[in-house]
């Protein structure tokens, strides 16, 4: 079981930024597919972004262009730059990390986009 543990969620105004980090326990992380889903209230929860052992990336269409998935494996780190927040990117996200066929999750950050 992989621990995980998010930071870097808040508060922004639309067209700000933030930058999410997830922290991993994980021994051999290099070997990881890390994602991070966002879940709103009463909605399923949906991918944003993943980065492989190899570092190929894959977006949601509604973020690409503005959110950047990357990867520290030094400090088995995962990150997610946000650009350009709207409100509609208001929703808790997840952490992912997953070597299959096992899956871990990280207690999830809040970030809410509002003036």
């Known amino acids: 079981q992989v621990q995980l543990v998010e930071s870097g969620g808040g508060l922004v105004q639309p067209g700000g930024s933030l930058r999410l980090s997830c922290a991993a326990s994980?021994?051999?992380?290099?070997?990881?597919?890390m994602s991070w889903y966002r879940q709103a209230p009463g909605k399923q929860r949906e991918l944003v972004a993943s980065i492989t052992s190899g570092a190929t990336t894959n977006y949601a269409d509604s973020v690409k262009g503005r959110f950047t998935i990357y990867r520290d494996n030094a400090k088995k780190t995962v990150f997610m730059q946000m650009n350009n927040l709207s409100t509609d990117d208001t929703n808790v996200y997840y952490c992912?990390?997953?070597?299959?066929?096992?899956?871990?999750w990280g207690q999830g950050t809040q970030v809410t986009v509002s003036s």
């Open positions: 992912k990390a997953s070597r299959n066929p096992y899956d871990s």
């Open positions: 994980a021994n051999f992380f290099t070997i990881y597919t």
